[in-house]
Each structure stands twice: as C-alpha cells, then as structure tokens.
C-alpha cells in the first residue's frame, strides 16, 4: 500500500460527528460513507474489508498524516475463485489492517483509484477519511 503524507490531523471535537467504522465489517463500494472513526488499542491490530476490483486496475491505498504517526496500514487483495481460478472483472475485497504503534491520533486517506493516474492528478473513484485514535 502506498504511504504518501498527509496534513495533521484538526482537533478532535471535529471529527465526533464522523460515523464508526465496524471493526471486521465488509463494506460494498457503492454503500460507503466518507468520514469514519476508529479506535485502536497500542499494539493491537484491527481490520476491515472493503469492496475492490484489482483485476481492473483499481486498488486501495492510503495516506497518513503526520511525520510520527502512531498507525501503519497495509492491506491484502482478496481476489473471488471460481473452481479454483481467479475470476477477472468480478469485485473482490481488499483487507485493510490499521496497527496502532504507538498513542495518538491520525488522519487517514483511503483512495481507491488506479495508482499511475492518481500520481498524474486523476480524481480517484472513491475517497474515505479515518480518524484513527490510538489509546
């Protein structure tokens, strides 16, 4: 997953009107919010899977903001099989796992597009904010 910076996050007032994220929920591209919350304990790994097409070019990746942020993401690409093989064109999911390092908070950006447009200014199809709380 790319791990490009973002701008520190506001004050945390802000974001109590952000819904919650379900801890090992699936969420299907076209019912997703744009604003979440999320806590995380230190040491502690949570995850969640999110709707994505790989086999069309299109992957989530995230931005984090803060030079010392205390979460590291990453994600696994979790492709549907028919009698064994891999079916093209058919929406998988993408497994997201937010570590939290160390306590604090963080804004993350979770953009899902195609990665060599997204570097060269295309908008990406989808676009979800996380307040990540690390206690």
């Known amino acids: 997953m790319y ?16 819904g ?22 230190k040491g502690r790994t949570i995850s969640f ?10 992957t989530w990746f995230a931005r984090v903001s803060g030079s010392k942020v205390g979460v590291s993401i990453d994600h696994q690409q979790v492709v549907p099989t028919y009698n064994g093989a891999p079916m ?7 497994e997201v796992f937010i570590k939290g390092r160390h306590h604090g908070d963080a804004l993350v950006e979770l953009i899902y597009a195609r990665p060599w447009e997204w570097e060269r200014g295309a908008v990406p199809a989808r676009v979800i904010r ?6």
């Open 20 to 41: 919650v994220l379900s801890i090992d929920g699936f969420y299907r591209f076209d019912a997703l919010g744009e604003n979440y919350r999320i806590d995380v304990h």
């Open 49 to 58: 899977r999110l709707e994505e097409n790989a086999s069309t070019g299109f």
């Open 88 to 94: 093209v064109g058919v929406p998988g999911c993408a």
């Open 130 to 135: 996380l307040y990540v709380d690390v206690d």
């Open 3 to 18: 791990n490009i910076p973002l701008e520190d996050p506001r004050e945390r007032a802000f974001y109590h009107s952000w």
